[in-house]
């Protein structure tokens, strides 16, 4: 059974940072692009950031860049979401995804419809 898990969410006051963590079971997404989304209340889940599966290619929503930063290892099938500098308006459910297999290593996802596997998510709050 292919399970995607995020951990590393909580309560952080503004400023501060937090890492957030996805660890994938079941097959490996070695040759997958992987990427971080978030869902806050009464909103659309939104784009936050991708990573292609060599790791050599990397993007960023607009209101992210410059504060977070993805990153993955292949040999232990996960997904980090290095957040800093966070703002009381990135509080959400962060949800980690997997993309389609991918014989180019720089390519990356944007969408949610272009995703295949999802995790549970992972709540973080930030205080003002």
């Known amino acids: 059974q292919v399970q995607l898990v995020e951990s590393g969410g909580g309560l952080v006051q503004a400023g501060g940072s937090l890492r957030l963590s996805c660890a994938a079971s079941?097959?490996?997404?070695?040759?997958?692009?992987m990427g971080w989304f978030r869902q806050a209340p009464g909103k659309e889940r939104e784009f936050v950031a991708a990573?292609?599966?060599?790791?050599?290619?990397?993007d960023y929503a607009d209101f992210v860049k410059g504060r977070f930063i993805i990153s993955r290892d292949n040999a232990k099938n996960t997904v980090s979401l290095q957040m800093n500098s966070l703002k009381p308006e990135d509080t959400a459910v962060y949800y980690c995804?997997?993309?389609?297999?991918?014989?180019?290593?720089?390519?990356?996802?944007?969408?949610?419809?272009?995703?295949?596997?999802w995790g549970q998510g992972t709540q973080v709050t930030v205080s003002s």
């Open positions: 079941g097959r490996s997404f070695s040759r997958n692009a």
């Open positions: 990573i292609s599966w060599r790791g050599s290619r990397t």
């Open positions: 995804a997997a993309g389609p297999l991918s014989i180019s290593g720089s390519t990356v996802y944007t969408a949610p419809d272009e995703y295949d596997y």
